[in-house]
């Protein structure tokens, strides 16, 4: 399945998106997948698109989209949001979306 993953701005960094095949074709499986693949743990450019790719690990507040849909990372897993809730995710400075959606439950 085609995945979005969407690196929200952060310090000097503009919102970054990449756009990845999952082999996992239901939501907790290509979350899992797209959160290994986008996660330093290994340092290995073969396994993890962060490291290939040369940016930071996901974080909470990042956004990952498929089958029409955009889901927010937070500190427990995801969550559905909807447009305007994602525009505002985009506009919100980097430590406070980070702290709101580090705290947030799904």
């Not at 499986?29 to 290939?52: A, H, Q, S, T």
Request: proline residues 3%; positive net charge; glycine residues 6%.
């Amino acid at each position: 399945m085609k995945v979005k993953v969407i690196y929200m701005p952060m310090g000097d960094v503009a919102e970054q998106a990449f756009s990845v095949e999952a082999k996992a074709s239901d939501h907790n499986g290509i979350m899992l997948e797209v959160w290994r693949r986008f996660n330093r743990v290994d340092n290995n450019p073969d396994k993890e698109d962060c490291v290939r790719l040369r940016v930071r690990s996901m974080s909470c507040g990042d956004v990952v989209q498929f089958g029409g849909k955009s889901f927010v990372l937070t500190g427990t897993g995801d969550r559905q949001v909807k447009k305007a809730e994602l525009a505002r995710i985009r506009k919100m400075p980097a430590t406070d979306r980070v702290f709101k959606y580090s705290f947030e439950s799904h």
